[in-house]
């Protein structure tokens, strides 16, 4: 990532990384999951390459395959994230009603996703995390993780080529 | 419907309780900073129950920064009520009668939400960026006029090192920077190259160490970092390396 001195420059560097073709690297190898930051929580990271560059942005997967409903996240990170699907089944988000995104749906419940062109307004400063306050009801055909993983990449300008290696872990807990 | 039930109905849709595969789910008209709707998981009864974050806090803040490592200790400092406990990652209420489960849904839930706010607060953005880039770019711009190009320079062990940014100056002498990250690689391998060239004792070169500022430095770092030789701060670069340029030969 270039050398960027305000919030603004952040802000347009994004947009373009965003609007790239981009592709992860990795995808057409099966993944290992690991342990992820907290407890029933497994990873799977993908770095993030455009022009053939890797430049330190990856694609991050957090799934809890021991909640019922199953529960995932997928996120786009620079050290923070830009935008995210909260697979939450029994879930729920508040919008910013009065914030600078107009015509937003005050409620959202169950899975959403959080857009980056949804959120870019509050990104106030280059060293405090970003909260990504807005979000829209994921399509009601996408309850498989495939689907969704899938949805989001195509949000997001990631080219999957070939087939998604790539399903939630097993559950390590029996019910 | 009455304005009673208008406010009612209109509540549900952000305070409810569902069955949940083991317990019941307790959702309330409350926010984490992202806006997601607090929840608390109620086990057991008929007598005696547990209420639990499930974890929701911590979850909070790896979704902004999924790389931040936070220990039940640190957790605890999100919150100031006390007998409440953390376990792996969970806010969790002792055991708690049926005239007490109210309150526990209720001290849970703000201890969750207010974990939620105190971690975003303290959360280091973990900027990963190419450091050696943006030194070389802004070292480009610096000295547009004069030669910047990468470089092998012999130390005074003949050893030969490979430096990225080496300037011929206006009055012939060579200044060589150096960009160093904040590992223990770069670190040791930055003071072991800079010795040795130092070594050489040559006149004509002029060596800098440029560290990231960004990240913390502790002052043992820095006076390690420091053995290679003189330190520049990346945000002090300005002032320093405009004193090399070509208008004001050194």
Same mark, same amino acid.
């Given at each position: 990532m270039p050398a960027v001195t305000s919030a603004a420059e952040f802000v347009s560097y994004i947009d373009a990384f965003l609007a790239a073709e981009k592709y992860l690297v990795g995808l057409g190898v099966r993944q290992d999951w690991r342990p992820g930051r907290d407890d029933g929580c497994w990873r799977v990271k993908y770095p993030i390459e455009v022009d053939g560059e890797q430049r330190g942005e990856s694609l991050i997967v957090d799934a809890y395959p021991d909640r019922t409903p199953v529960e995932f996240y997928i996120l786009i990170e620079?050290?923070? @994230?830009?935008c995210r699907v909260d697979?939450?089944?029994n879930g729920g988000h508040t919008n910013d009603?009065?914030? /600078?995104?107009?015509?937003? =749906? /005050?409620l959202v419940s169950g899975p959403h996703y959080h857009a980056w062109e949804l959120n870019?307004?509050?990104? *106030?400063?280059?060293t405090r995390a970003i909260e990504l306050h807005n979000a829209i009801a994921l /399509?009601?055909?996408?309850?498989r993780f495939a689907a969704v993983f899938r949805w989001f990449a195509a949000q997001n300008n990631i080219r999957l080529n070939g087939p998604l290696e790539l399903d939630l872990p097993p559950r390590t807990r029996i019910v | 419907m009455n304005a009673i039930d208008l406010v009612k109905s209109a509540l549900y849709e952000v305070s409810f309780v569902q069955e949940a595969e083991d317990g019941v789910l307790v959702t309330i008209p409350c926010m984490y900073p992202s806006g997601g709707l607090v929840s608390v998981m109620v086990r057991g009864g008929p007598t005696a129950f547990f209420v639990s974050d499930e974890g929701k806090a911590l979850r909070e803040l790896l979704s902004a920064c999924p790389e931040e490592e936070v220990s039940d200790s640190k957790l605890k400092?999100?919150? =100031? @009520?006390?007998g409440l406990n953390v376990f792996k990652g969970r806010i969790t209420s002792p055991e708690v009668s049926l005239m007490q489960l109210p309150a526990a849904i209720s001290l849970v839930a703000n201890a969750s939400r207010d974990t939620a706010n105190w971690l975003f607060d303290h959360c280091k953005i973990h900027?990963? *960026?190419?450091f050696k880039r943006i030194v070389r770019e802004f070292l480009e711009k610096t000295f547009a006029e004069q030669p910047l190009k990468a470089a092998a320079i012999a130390g005074g062990s003949n050893k030969s090192h490979k430096f990225d940014n080496v300037v011929l100056l206006s009055n012939g002498k060579r200044l060589v920077v150096d960009a160093v990250v904040h590992d223990a690689n770069s670190i040791n391998a930055a003071v072991a190259t800079n010795i040795d060239v130092r070594?050489?004792?040559?006149?004509n070169i002029i060596q800098r160490i440029v560290y990231d500022d960004e990240e913390e430095w502790s002052g043992p770092d820095l006076a390690l970092l420091g053995l290679g030789g003189t330190l520049v701060a990346f945000s002090r670069s300005q002032d320093v390396f405009s004193r090399f340029t070509g208008s004001r030969a050194q």
């Amino acid at each position: 990532m270039p050398a960027v001195t305000s919030a603004a420059e952040f802000v347009s560097y994004i947009d373009a990384f965003l609007a790239a073709e981009k592709y992860l690297v990795g995808l057409g190898v099966r993944q290992d999951w690991r342990p992820g930051r907290d407890d029933g929580c497994w990873r799977v990271k993908y770095p993030i390459e455009v022009d053939g560059e890797q430049r330190g942005e990856s694609l991050i997967v957090d799934a809890y395959p021991d909640r019922t409903p199953v529960e995932f996240y997928i996120l786009i990170e620079f050290g923070q @994230v830009i935008c995210r699907v909260d697979f939450e089944p029994n879930g729920g988000h508040t919008n910013d009603i009065w914030g /600078p995104v107009p015509d937003l =749906a /005050p409620l959202v419940s169950g899975p959403h996703y959080h857009a980056w062109e949804l959120n870019k307004h509050y990104f *106030k400063s280059t060293t405090r995390a970003i909260e990504l306050h807005n979000a829209i009801a994921l /399509p009601d055909n996408l309850r498989r993780f495939a689907a969704v993983f899938r949805w989001f990449a195509a949000q997001n300008n990631i080219r999957l080529n070939g087939p998604l290696e790539l399903d939630l872990p097993p559950r390590t807990r029996i019910v | 419907m009455n304005a009673i039930d208008l406010v009612k109905s209109a509540l549900y849709e952000v305070s409810f309780v569902q069955e949940a595969e083991d317990g019941v789910l307790v959702t309330i008209p409350c926010m984490y900073p992202s806006g997601g709707l607090v929840s608390v998981m109620v086990r057991g009864g008929p007598t005696a129950f547990f209420v639990s974050d499930e974890g929701k806090a911590l979850r909070e803040l790896l979704s902004a920064c999924p790389e931040e490592e936070v220990s039940d200790s640190k957790l605890k400092n999100g919150f =100031a @009520v006390s007998g409440l406990n953390v376990f792996k990652g969970r806010i969790t209420s002792p055991e708690v009668s049926l005239m007490q489960l109210p309150a526990a849904i209720s001290l849970v839930a703000n201890a969750s939400r207010d974990t939620a706010n105190w971690l975003f607060d303290h959360c280091k953005i973990h900027r990963r *960026k190419d450091f050696k880039r943006i030194v070389r770019e802004f070292l480009e711009k610096t000295f547009a006029e004069q030669p910047l190009k990468a470089a092998a320079i012999a130390g005074g062990s003949n050893k030969s090192h490979k430096f990225d940014n080496v300037v011929l100056l206006s009055n012939g002498k060579r200044l060589v920077v150096d960009a160093v990250v904040h590992d223990a690689n770069s670190i040791n391998a930055a003071v072991a190259t800079n010795i040795d060239v130092r070594e050489r004792h040559d006149p004509n070169i002029i060596q800098r160490i440029v560290y990231d500022d960004e990240e913390e430095w502790s002052g043992p770092d820095l006076a390690l970092l420091g053995l290679g030789g003189t330190l520049v701060a990346f945000s002090r670069s300005q002032d320093v390396f405009s004193r090399f340029t070509g208008s004001r030969a050194q």
